[in-house]
T-cell receptor, first 113, second 114 residues
Framework: GNSVTQMEGPVTLSEEAFLTINCTYT??????LFWYVQYPGEGLQLLLK?????DKGSNKGFEATYRKETTSFHLEKGSVQVSDSAVYFC????????????FGKGTRLSVIA | DGGITQSPKYLFRKEGQNVTLSCEQN?????MYWYRQDPGQGLRLIYY???????QKGDIAEGYSVSREKKESFPLTVTSAQKNPTAFYLC?????????????FGNGTRLTVT
């Protein structure tokens, strides 16, 4: 079946450090890939998405490139801020129209000043 | 403003009691979902509904029930049969049950059962 594997957290970085959160997936066909973010005490929000191979999703300084050859969708940001502290979820859809999104377990990021 | 409203934010119940969590959306979305979030477990799908008067079990439906009598509303009942009900519950909706359609989430209800 479809699955998403994220790097285990928590990740702690200093302000202005470079961020990478790894995400790899298993799916048949040509899935769409997503990153969602959850700030403390809130629900999840869509951060970015990519719907086909080599697409790059970007938003708020975050980027992720859909790599079919390595089945990966790693999240990156060049310079993190304290306000980026949150839990980040990688998610996959198989585009069949039959099954809901599959989420990874989430990676908690803490950015310290 | 359009969005998803979950109420209440915090809910406390005694063991053995059923409890219903509310989820309302004014986004005119067809599909709605319930997830459970536990530390270290990520999101697990409880139930989902593609359209009014229809719903399907997710990965962990045992001990839960839902209804979808109106497009705007998708209440979740946590029954006394649910062995570990204490958790953070998230409701979501999407425009269609198509996988490129992003999910919109409510702010969650934290249920504590003692």
């Amino acid at each position: 079946g479809n699955s998403v594997t994220q790097m285990e957290g928590p990740v702690t970085l200093s302000e202005e450090a470079f961020l990478t959160i790894n995400c790899t997936y298993t799916a048949t066909g040509y899935p769409s890939l997503f990153w969602y973010v959850q700030y403390p005490g809130e629900g999840l929000q869509l951060l970015l998405k990519a719907t086909k191979a080599d697409d790059k999703g970007s938003n708020k300084g975050f980027e992720a490139t859909y790599r079919k050859e390595t089945t990966s969708f790693h999240l990156e940001k060049g310079s993190v801020q304290v306000s980026d502290s949150a839990v980040y979820f990688c998610a996959l859809s198989d585009n069949s129209g039959n099954t809901p999104l599959v989420f990874g377990k989430g990676t908690r990021l803490s950015v310290i000043a | 403003d359009g969005g998803i409203t979950q109420s209440p934010k915090y809910l406390f119940r005694k063991e053995g009691q059923n409890v219903t969590l509310s989820c309302e959306q004014n986004l005119n979305h067809d599909a709605m979902y319930w997830y459970r979030q536990d530390p270290g477990q990520g999101l697990r799908l409880i139930y989902y509904s593609q359209i009014v008067n229809d719903f399907q079990k997710g990965d962990i439906a045992e001990g839960y029930s839902v209804s979808r009598e109106k497009k705007e509303s998708f209440p979740l009942t946590v029954t006394s049969a649910q062995k570990n009900p204490t958790a953070f519950y998230l409701c979501a909706s999407s425009g269609q049950f198509l996988n490129n359609s992003p999910l919109h989430f409510g702010n969650g209800t934290r249920l504590t059962v003692t």
